[in-house]
T-cell receptor, first 115, second 113 residues
Framework: AQSVAQPEDQVNVAEGNPLTVKCTYSVSGNPYLFWYVQYPNRGLQFLLKYITGDNLVKGSYGFEAEFNKSQTSFHLKKPSALVSDSALYFCAVRDLTTSYDKVIFGPGTSLSVIP | DVKVTQSSRYLVKRTGEKVFLECVQDMDHENMFWYRQDPGLGLRLIYFSYDVKMKEKGDIPEGYSVSREKKERFSLILESASTNQTSMYLC????????????FGNGTRLTVT
């Protein structure tokens, strides 16, 4: 079965420090991977995606993600965290095994950036 | 920029009422989705539509129905609201491409009393 795991419910980081939000996946075939961010009382916003090509993908707001096929991981990173990055982050994968367009979301990781 | 608009941010309904949640997108996307989001359970797909009048059940369709009479509009219907349908409801749209991200509305927080 296709699945996405985010092993940490909560990540705390000091402002200015690098941040990492972890994601691992299990899919059949090539993965189509996405990261989304959700600010309080808002919908999800697309940050970046990996489809093919370079393993390091750059996205919005200075975020990037590293795809690692051997470890089946797609970790979200940022070199220097801002307080405004505090939000809920979701990793997602497109499920290509179903007859319809299905996106599987991880459970989410709450990021707190401490001033 | 794609805009997905959900008609209500907050709704309070009584048990047994028929509830309509409306969603409109302005980018001519073929796919539209309804998710519900609950603490500890993440996002769960209720229904998906890939074209006008076409729909597919998601993971938790029980107690819900949908309507897509026009390409830009996708409605979620709770035929007889129950307290366990209190939740955040998120609408999304996308192109029919595997690499196309989902674009979400701001959500409707529904409380059924």
């Amino acid at each position: 079965a296709q699945s996405v795991a985010q092993p940490e419910d909560q990540v705390n980081v000091a402002e200015g420090n690098p941040l990492t939000v972890k994601c691992t996946y299990s899919v059949s075939g090539n993965p189509y991977l996405f990261w989304y961010v959700q600010y309080p009382n808002r919908g999800l916003q697309f940050l970046l995606k990996y489809i093919t090509g370079d393993n390091l993908v750059k996205g919005s707001y200075g975020f990037e993600a590293e795809f690692n096929k051997s470890q089946t991981s797609f970790h979200l990173k940022k070199p220097s965290a801002l307080v405004s990055d505090s939000a809920l982050y979701f990793c997602a994968v497109r499920d290509l095994t179903t007859s319809y367009d299905k996106v599987i979301f991880g459970p989410g990781t709450s990021l707190s950036v401490i001033p | 920029d794609v805009k997905v608009t959900q008609s209500s941010r907050y709704l309070v309904k009584r048990t047994g009422e028929k509830v309509f949640l409306e969603c409109v997108q302005d980018m001519d996307h073929e796919n539209m989705f309804w998710y519900r989001q609950d603490p500890g359970l993440g996002l769960r797909l209720i229904y998906f539509s890939y074209d006008v009048k076409m729909k597919e059940k998601g993971d938790i369709p029980e107690g819900y129905s949908v309507s897509r009479e026009k390409k830009e509009r996708f409605s979620l219907i709770l035929e007889s609201a129950s307290t366990n349908q209190t939740s955040m409801y998120l609408c999304a749209s996308s192109l029919v491409r595997w690499d196309s991200p989902l674009h979400f509305g701001n959500g409707t927080r529904l409380t059924v009393t």
